[in-house]
């Protein structure tokens, strides 16, 4: 469901095949197992036997008919089955080839609806798996034998939107699967309000999204595209027709467009115009049809921004709680009261799970708890704060996978899911003081529960139950365990039970359109509580019994709205036969039951050793690195579980215009990580300096080995991260040439560093090694604590940085260095929303003197903005930044660029330089050392837009920037323009 590395990354085909990345990986103790199938080859660890074998016969059974419409079958893959995590998502990679299924399914019934976690992500996942074999084809496929997956990742997904990779994927589960998103229509919400409120925007903002207004992903705008062109078309292989046109010749540009247009007709922008203005109207005309509820909405807007404040909950004192955020919020709980709005707290990184729940002043939500360093292993704690005493504190234990959270009406007790690594789910009840379990239900039929409630006297619970066989809603004996279900089970979306009195509040999208609807716990009978326009979520009731709220969508974003709780207003549930466009796709592959016939095939599971698939080659042949700057020929390896990455090759360097061997392996199977890389080859220096042209040229030989701690600390509202790392290395020069020529006429050739500089003066190139052995030691530590971050943020609002690094040549070789460097930042809001002041600072010291066998090691900081500079032995440094947003056009220059923000940044940098030249005369043997200090100082503007290029989903950043300096000994005063792609001048 979320797709790794983006196509430009792909492109540069492994520009980062050398880089060693954190790898997401479990712990070394975990033990892995494998199933195969003719077509699938499924990991999983131990444990988790049962549904590593479903998972198998599962996928391949949908193997044959999930392909059809694309008109290919998949070779054999690896899909591994990631149980340690609490995230609920999947993905398909090409680095290297295979798939991911995080096993935790997630509460939010507007998200799972009434399928299978597991069965879910096979539909969508396998869907990914065929879109790629697909791709294999025409000039791809020669790309695939000339460089590799990732060559064939990146020219696939260049000559087909994004949109059509996970539209497809949507509508294949929807076809498939009970329950797919296409049947949800809480996923379609916003696209449709959109559409109905006026605001058809273009095809270049619909797709590629905006800053200024809220647009759906891709996934959504996918979706509707697939389904239009299959509906009126009826002809479910039409988009593997196109996409096999696209494919063929992926580096014509807009071919997929063309291919639309050899196909339909229409290109792509037509299509889109004409599928939004279909919808449109049919949903228009079902609007127009019904009687909507009057309410009243509780609350202003102090702006247009799209917001939504959902889940109310309300309060003893007439307040209302909700759950605040958007394209400029991020999660908050705030406080409605009138036209007040309060903020309360700002939870870490949330685990949605469709609700919230409160008592007593204190509210509950489950959020993510990481593992420090297994980035595939992590957790979901329930966090309680209680706002009167400002206390916030985890319930239970920080290493579980808890989905949900709700309070009994006396606060003393948290009702939960829990979701076993072993993919059985159990009802929870703790202590809240303790956090101790007080009882776990058995639930040996491995029921999916959900989105559970108290009664008011706190004797049961009522819970969202799915089966096989479909969803209904139960009631659950809070002290024994006994449970009953209310309604029938059947394919319908039930969510967000509440109970009130005699009712039972529920959502459900039976009408084809979210609404609120009640049970009546006495006789059974059923009410249709709220006719939305365009949909009704999340019901609550005052303390008084007398109001009911609930979300209501708008132009803007959910409101919180209220209407009076009144049940003999409401209608009695009458269920209409709709015709939805998820039935076209049902109907076209005519498999509507097909995950209710799986074969429960007993396949042999077997022991999988990691060291047999360490070598795993996924990239190979030429590619050129994301700087442009080297050509290289080698291959890339990475094994299936991301413990071990390996690259080997021969790399040409297009400015030095020499070429070198490389290799480096990552091993990142233990706490630490281990890195030892590999380098030889020729290198080459140009230098310009004292009227002389100057040409450097040697063998270079490195070998380097060192361990790297990552550690990701999160624990709130702020990202933090802390990186330990130390290596020692040796690097050995020989055949080392220094040529020195002025206008054609060579005055040197020899293996000096040295230059003339000023009549019988020498100048010694410190930071450039000459024959001899470097022997040398690095430590880096970095730290960063960083505000989480809304859509529009560009910075952190909030925020800490601290880097050090030291170099320093341990003894043993032929050259003497050292260096040390600290960098720091401070972020803090502007004066705007989106305005960030934020500061930087750092002190660098490296080693000099007259020792002609010194070498500097590179400079380790940023300095003054404009400037030129000579070496120094210290260098302290201040930058002071002002950046805010000039505007959001949104302004789209035909199908080659879409500009959607252009940004300022305003900056004061400061620095101060210490140390010495050193000049020698030979003859003598004086050394001349005039002083290099100068302050810098330098005022400037950055300005930058953020655009697409060619239809590309990825956003670029370019700009320029305009920089007055002040005058020193080096630089002339004056202003100095630089172009600028991201903060990096050129």
């Not at 659950?476 to 059947?490: H, V, Y």
């Not at 061997?661 to 030889?680: C, E, K, T």
């Not at 010194?854 to 400037?867: D, H, M, S, W």
């Not at 302050?935 to 950055?942: I, L, P």
Request: hydrophobic share 35%.
């Amino acid at each position: 469901m979320k797709k790794i590395l983006p196509f430009f990354v792909a492109l540069c085909c492994c520009g980062g095949v050398y880089a060693q990345a954190v790898l997401e990986n479990n712990p070394t103790g975990l033990r892995w197992y494998q199933v195969n199938t003719p077509h699938f080859r499924v990991l999983f660890p131990e444990g988790f036997d049962a549904q590593g074998i479903r998972m198998a016969n599962t996928l391949e059974h949908l193997h044959t008919p999930e392909a059809k419409s694309l008109g290919t079958k998949p070779r054999k893959i690896s899909v591994v089955l990631q149980n340690q995590s609490s995230v609920s998502n999947g993905f398909v990679s090409q680095f290297p080839r295979r798939s991911e299924f995080y096993t935790m399914p997630p509460q939010d019934y507007n998200f799972v609806g009434t399928n299978d976690w597991l069965n879910l992500l096979a539909s969508h996942e396998y869907r990914h798996i065929v879109q790629y074999q697909h791709a294999t084809r025409g000039f791809n496929r020669l790309f695939y034998y000339l460089f590799g997956n990732p060559t064939l990742a990146g020219m696939a997904q260049v000559s087909a939107p994004q949109w059509f990779w996970e539209g497809d994927a949507v509508a294949t589960e929807t076809a498939f699967t009970p329950s797919g998103r296409g049947k949800i229509p809480n996923f379609n919400l916003v696209f449709r309000t959109n559409l109905q409120e006026g605001r058809t925007f273009n095809y270049h903002k619909q797709y590629l999204r905006s800053f200024k207004h809220n647009i759906p992903n891709h996934y959504v705008l996918g979706y509707n595209m697939i389904s239009y062109l299959r509906r009126k078309t009826n002809d479910p292989e039409i988009w593997g027709k196109i996409t096999a046109r696209s494919w063929s010749v992926p580096f014509i540009p807009f071919a997929f467009s063309n291919a639309i247009k050899n196909k339909t007709g229409m290109y792509v922008t037509d299509l889109f115009r004409e599928m939004a203005d279909s919808y449109r109207k049919e949903w228009e005309a079902e609007v127009a049809s019904l009687t909507l509820t009057p309410f009243e909405r509780i609350h202003g807007r102090p702006s247009r921004t799209y917001t939504d404040y959902a889940y109310p909950q309300p309060q003893e004192d007439g307040s209302v709680l909700v759950m605040k955020s958007g394209n400029s919020h991020i999660a908050q709980f705030v406080r409605l009261k009138g036209d007040e709005e309060e903020k309360v707290f700002t939870p870490g990184f949330v685990n949605d799970a469709g609700m919230l729940s409160t008592a007593y002043d204190a509210v509950v939500w489950t959020e993510y708890g990481y593992d420090p360093r297994w980035r595939a292993r992590n957790y979901s704690q329930i966090k309680l704060y209680d706002w009167n005493r400002h206390q916030r504190r985890v319930i239970g234990s920080k290493h579980e996978r808890y989905g949900v959270a709700a309070l009994s009406p006396k606060g003393d007790r948290i009702v939960t899911i829990r979701s076993a690594n072993d993919y059985q789910v159990s009802i929870v009840i703790l202590e809240i003081f303790t956090g101790k379990p007080l009882h776990e239900f058995p639930n040996p039929e491995n029921y999916f529960y959900a989105m559970p409630r108290w009664s008011a006297d706190g004797q049961y619970l009522y819970v969202v139950k799915t089966t096989r066989a479909g969803k209904t809603l139960c009631r659950i004996d809070a002290e024994t365990g006994a449970s009953e279900d209310l309604l029938p089970i059947r394919q319908e979306n039930l969510g967000h039970p509440v109970p009130m009195g005699q009712y039972l509040l529920f959502n459900s999208p039976v009408s084809g359109i979210d609404n609120i609807y009640a049970l009546d716990l006495r006789d059974g009978k059923r009410y249709q509580v709220t006719s939305s326009r365009y949909g009704a979520y999340n019901p609550a009731i005052s303390r008084d019994s007398a109001t009911l709220y609930y979300n209501e969508q708008s132009r803007d974003g959910l409101d919180v709205v209220k209407t009076p709780f009144t049940p003999a207003a409401w209608k009695p549930f009458e269920e209409k036969a709709t015709k939805q466009v998820y039935q076209v796709l049902v109907e076209q592959e005519g498999h509507p039951g097909l995950l209710d016939s799986v074969p429960t095939t007993a396949l042999p599971v077997k022991r999988y050793a990691r060291w047999k698939g360490v070598v795993n080659p996924y990239a190979w042949g030429l590619n050129v690195t994301n700087d442009l700057t080297r050509i290289q020929a080698g291959i890339a390896s990475q094994d299936i579980l991301s413990t071990t990455s390996i690259s080997a090759g021969y790399a040409y360097d297009i400015n030095e215009r020499t070429g070198f061997w490389q290799a480096g392996v990552s091993y990142q199977g233990l706490y630490p990580i281990i890195d030892l890389n590999f380098q030889r080859g020729d290198r080459n220096d140009d230098e310009r300096a004292f009227g002389n042209d100057i040409e450097f040229d040697w063998t270079e030989t490195t070998v380097e080995g060192g361990l790297t701690l990552p550690l990701l600390l999160t624990r709130s509202k702020y990202s933090q991260q802390l990186s330990i790392g130390g290596a020692v290395g040796i690097t050995k020069v020989s055949s080392f040439e220094n040529t020195i020529s002025r206008q054609g006429e060579v005055l040197y050739k020899g293996p000096a560093r040295a230059v003339p500089a000023f009549d019988t003066l020498l100048y010694v190139y410190k930071d450039q090694l000459s024959n001899g052995d470097l022997l040398y030691n690095r430590f880096s530590l970095t730290y960063s604590r960083l505000l989480k971050t809304s859509y529009r943020d560009f910075n952190y609002r909030w925020g800490q940085t601290l880097a050090a690094e030291l170099y320093n040549t341990p003894g043993g070789g032929d050259f003497e260095g050292r260096l040390w460097a600290v960098r720091g930042a401070l972020y803090f809001p502007g004066i705007g929303r989106h305005h960030y002041l934020y500061a930087r600072a750092a002190y660098q010291e490296s080693q000099e003197g007259i020792n002609t066998e010194l070498y500097t090691f590179r400079n380790r900081i940023a300095k003054p903005r404009g400037y030129s500079y000579p070496n120094n032995e210290k260098f302290t440094t201040l930058s002071v930044n002002y950046a805010l947003p000039l505007w959001y056009p949104d302004i789209a220059l035909g199908p080659i660029l879409n500009i959607q923000r252009i940004k300022l940044n305003l900056f004061y940098d400061y620095g101060e330089g210490t140390g010495m030249e050193y000049y020698y005369n030979p003859d003598s043997g004086r050394v001349y050392r005039p002083l290099t200090d100068a302050t810098y100082e330098s005022v400037g503007v950055e300005t930058t837009f953020d655009f697409n290029f060619m239809r590309f989903l990825p956003r670029f950043e370019l700009g320029f920037r305009t920089t007055y300096r002040k005058a020193n000994i080096y630089n002339t005063s004056g202003t100095v323009l630089e172009f600028i792609i991201g903060s990096i001048g050129f």
